[in-house]
């Protein structure tokens, strides 16, 4: 919106020329997401605290520590970073960009999603929300559509095609098989941060890590000169998915504030589904893929340990790990939420810069 009304006066007004700059308006969608996140948060805690009373309910099968120690803690705070980041982004994105709207429409109906599942949690009091196999429908929906509006704004050679990492201008032309893999990109990283998202801060901050990470590479896709060097797929337009991405910073970074160990809440489906869904959606938009897959591995290696463990109980009726999603095995072998929590943020920043290396190394 400020890039619509005030960039234009730049003729009369020289110094509204920066807001022609995305690492300007990145940087003004941070600082506002923070700031809006500061300011909600508190009364949001307190009114959706009075509204769910007893707060999320608490999985039975999971670590029983969690039933004495997280029992009360409201859901649905993943509200405060949609209302953050998507508020943000209409502030200082260039709202003519239509990749801009196709994420923001993955983020918001994925979002809707969770809130619905959250909500028949807390009133329903169980764990148990929307059936999953509801939820895989809404999702994959909303992917394909967003995946063939992905491919009609990249045009030609571009659409349909996956690139490859470490590869020069390596590019697998799927045609219309890009809609099912582009389906399953966003509704595998969506459940995959979702499945992450079990201990104070434990997903949050693996999130900011791989939306700087994908910040970067969007403003490098979208910027003809910088593609052309790194030798990167220019797909034009891109670039102002930063400014989408640093507003999920700061408002990960508000979030964070308030989901810090003991947490006063936690995101929910909400959040969790709404974020991975963006993630998956960038990835889609810039080419990078699979590179998601790196940087996003700590999300990878949660969501594969729950298949791990389910194939394997059904299978031979043995199970590999203690407790799945994997960060509750560690719990169950004696480490403490902290610890645990912190050593996956290390880890999420290891792969982030490893798939950021991918850039380079071609």
């Known amino acids: 919106m400020f890039h619509y009304f005030l960039f234009p006066l730049a003729d009369r007004f020289a110094a509204f020329n ?5 690492t300007f308006r990145a940087g003004g969608a941070l600082m506002t997401a923070l700031l809006i996140a500061f300011l909600i948060g508190p009364s949001m805690i307190a009114w959706l605290r009075a509204r769910q009373g007893k707060g ?13 120690e997280k029992q009360g803690t409201p859901t649905m705070g993943g509200l405060m970073i949609l ?8 502030l200082w994105a260039d709202l003519t960009d239509l990749y801009v709207w196709v994420v923001l429409l993955v983020t918001l109906s994925f979002g809707l999603l969770g809130f619905t599942d959250d909500y028949q949690k807390v009133t329903k009091r169980s764990s148990a929300g929307i059936s999953g196999r509801a939820k895989l429908v809404v999702q994959f929906v909303v992917a394909v559509l967003a995946s063939y509006a992905v491919m009609r704004l990249e045009g030609s050679p571009l659409a349909g095609g996956v690139a490859i990492p470490f590869l020069k201008q390596a590019l697998i032309p799927l045609g219309w098989g890009f809609l099912i893999f582009g389906m399953l990109v966003i509704v595998g990283a969506s459940n995959a941060v979702n499945l992450t998202d079990g201990l104070d801060g434990l997903a949050i901050v693996p999130v900011m890590i791989a939306a700087l ?3 970067l590479i969007a403003y ?12 990167l797929h220019y797909v034009a337009g891109t670039g102002e998915l930063a400014v989408f991405l640093a507003a999920l910073l700061g408002a990960g970074l508000g979030f964070l504030w308030y989901n810090a ?26 080419k990078h893929e699979i590179v998601l897959a790196i940087v996003g591995g700590l ?22 790990f203690k407790m799945a999603p994997i960060h509750h095995h560690f719990e169950q072998l004696g480490w403490k939420e902290s610890t645990v ?4 943020w290390i880890i999420a920043v290891v792969l982030a810069l490893i798939g950021l290396s991918t850039l380079k190394l071609r």
């Not at 340990?305 to 199970?319: D, P």
């Not at 929590?341 to 996956?344: M, S």
């Open 18 to 22: 920066i807001f022609r700059y995305i």
């Open 56 to 68: 999320q309910p608490i999985r039975a099968d999971g670590p029983q520590r969690h039933v004495l």
């Open 83 to 90: 209302i953050s980041s998507v508020v943000a982004t209409l």
């Open 213 to 215: 990470a994908f910040a």
């Open 220 to 231: 490098l896709v979208g910027n003809i000169k910088f593609a052309d060097y790194l030798q």
């Open 261 to 286: 160990p003991p947490a006063m809440v936690f995101m929910g489906d909400t959040g969790s589904l709404a974020l991975g869904g963006a993630l998956g959606a960038v990835a889609i938009a810039t």
């Open 299 to 320: 999300f990878v290696l949660e969501a594969v340990s729950v298949i791990i463990q389910v194939a394997s109980f059904k299978l031979t009726g043995k199970r590999v």
């Open 341 to 344: 929590v912190i050593r996956f």
